[in-house]
Every structure is written in C-alpha cells, then in structure tokens.
C-alpha cells in the first residue's frame, strides 16, 4: 500500500522530537539547550510542511520555493518552476513561510504556537552566545520547550490521528531553580548584552500570554519545584492516626476542587466556546453522561459534606475535554 507523501514528513519529525528530548534528558550535556532548540525547531518544520502537503492533496510543490522560468532569451515566463539548490535539487520553503502560511485557512495555526516556535528560533540563533552555566535562561528553555512539546503533541494528534504515548514526551528538570537564580541572569560568556537582550524578549512574550495549563496552546509553561509525597490524588494513601505524634494535614475545600474546576454551566459554557459545532443537546448529554462515572473526568459532592441528605453536585475535570475532542471540530 503506497504511503501518503505527508507521511515521511511526519516520521521524520517525530524522529527529531525523540532526538531532542532524549539529548536534553542526559545527565550531563553541555551543549542542552541549543541542541534541543535547533532539533525542536526541525521537528516543528517538518510536521508544519507534512501539514501543507497534506492540505493540498499531496502535492510536494506546495513547499516548493517557486520562480518564474527563464526563456530562452533571457526573458521571465509566467510558468513557475521549483528554484534548485546547488545538488540541482529543489529548495523548499523555510519555517517562516511554513508558519505563515499555516496561520490563515483552512489550517488556522493558534497564535500561541506561532509565537512558541518564535521564541525558539530567537534562543536558536542566539545559542553561539551563551552557555549552559546561565541558570535563568537554561529555566527559560526548559518552559518554553515544555509548552512547545505540549503543543506539538496536541497538533500530531489532531492533524494526523497519530498515537505518541507509547513515548515519554516531557523534559526532565535537570536541576531545582531557586528565587534567588530568578532574580537575574548568572551568564559567564562574554556575551551577557545579548543574553539580556533575549531574556527580556522573552519575558516581554510572558507577559502578554501568561502560562494557563487549561489552554490548548501556550508559549510557554511556569515551572514551580515542590516537594510532595505524590502529585496524584490518586496515588497517595493516607491512614486516620489517633497517635498525637503523628503529621497532621489540614485539607482545605478548594483542595478537594481543584483539579474539578467545572461545575455543568461552565463546563458547557467552555465546551461552546471550544468547537465550532458544539451544541447542547441529547447527543452532548450521550457523550457526557457515561464520563461522569469515571473519577478522572467528574467528583460528586454533596453541597453540605456534613448533611448525608444534603443536594449533590457534579464538578468536572479539564480531563474531559479530550474525549469531547473525538466528537466535536475546533
């Protein structure tokens, strides 16, 4: 069976992305960060150009650079002809015009990704001046890669209905980031004016689209270290003591509902405002309805914990919005 011609387009991109995670999660490797920014870059392009040639049917020309051919007189032809590199082969286009024609219809490119990939080219072509014993830009790095990863791994899915949990898709922290490292940048090299510069573009992006973990798509995601006995409600056991000795924990409320934070209204109201074709209606409540059996997707409380008698209420987990993806179009 003859492939699609965005299939090799897309392993290759997946084979770059395993490529810089794997690199950036050695235990030591002095060339991390510009390393993983350059392979994310190139497994970005790669999945960006699979996206065009499959909107146009498999036509490779569509990443084509095109020119207008030459007569025999010297003279421009109105018929276009992909530009060839120096091996004579065709040149195509760069991740700029990938990026830009992916923005507009019908693929409509999120904002934020556009401006992810942005903020990685700018740590890329500034990688030959800094080094990996700038602490700051090292946690810059790591949080702008995790949202890109993030965001990649949510585009492969949509696009191209590929399975990528067979593989750890995360970065690892390869060390605890302190406030004090978060008050400047600890640069070495000799080039400390333009790691300035590119920190406070950085920070500059921040501010105008702040981390939000229930978002699709960011530009970049906070990362906070925190010692706990687990970061799964699920996974930790916890045993009544009457012995005076022992730890005590005080649960507040808004700890049992945090990771709940849809009640039905807003739940509806976000899964409106989600898809394009969402409508609430007996099929939505189809779909809906068997979820809530599964504690990952729904907790019931009663409103009065103390009052068994007392009226119950549903709250929904972010979690739920990806079985919601299966059945509705953004």
Not at 50 to 56: D, F, L, R, Y
Not at 157 to 174: G, H, K, R
Request: hydrophobic share 35%; aromatic share 12%; with cysteine.
């Amino acid at each position: 069976m003859k492939h699609p011609k965005h299939k090799s387009f897309v392993d290759k991109s997946i084979s770059a992305a395993l490529s810089e995670i794997e690199i950036y999660n050695k235990p030591d490797f002095k060339y991390r960060e510009e390393t993983f920014s350059i392979l994310m870059i190139n497994s970005w392009e790669l999945l960006l150009k699979a996206k065009i040639i499959s909107e146009n049917k498999g036509d490779l020309k569509s990443i084509y650079i095109l020119v207008n051919k030459i007569g025999k007189k010297g003279n421009k032809l109105n018929t276009l002809t992909p530009e060839l590199n120096r091996s004579k082969n065709p040149k195509t286009i760069g991740l700029p015009k990938c990026l830009s024609l992916c923005e507009v219809p019908p693929i409509n490119l999120d904002q934020a990704v556009k401006e992810n990939i942005f903020l990685l080219m700018e740590i890329r072509d500034t990688a030959i001046h800094f080094q990996h014993a700038d602490l700051y830009l090292s946690k810059k790095v790591f949080e702008i890669g995790t949202a890109s990863l993030k965001n990649y791994l949510t585009l492969i899915t949509e696009w191209f209905n590929y399975d990528l949990s067979i593989y750890n898709f995360f970065l690892m922290p390869m060390t605890f980031f302190h406030e004090f490292e978060a008050i400047k940048s600890f640069s070495i090299n000799s080039n400390k004016e333009q790691i300035e510069n590119l920190l406070k573009y950085i920070s500059e992006k921040e501010k105008q689209s702040p981390s939000d973990e229930s978002k699709d798509f960011n530009i970049s995601l906070k990362l906070e270290t925190k010692f706990v006995k687990s970061t799964s409600t699920e996974s930790l056991l916890v045993n009544y003591s009457t012995d005076p000795d022992a730890i005590k924990i005080n649960v507040q409320e808004e700890d049992a509902l945090k990771n709940y934070p849809y009640d039905y209204a807003k739940l509806t109201a976000a899964l409106r405002k989600r898809y394009t074709n969402f409508i609430e209606n007996n099929s939505y409540h189809a779909i809906r309805k068997p979820l809530m059996k599964n504690k990952k997707y729904c907790k019931t409380r009663l409103l009065d914990p103390n009052n068994t008698k007392s009226p119950k209420k549903d709250w929904y987990s972010s979690e739920i919005f990806k079985e919601f993806d299966k059945h509705y179009k953004k």
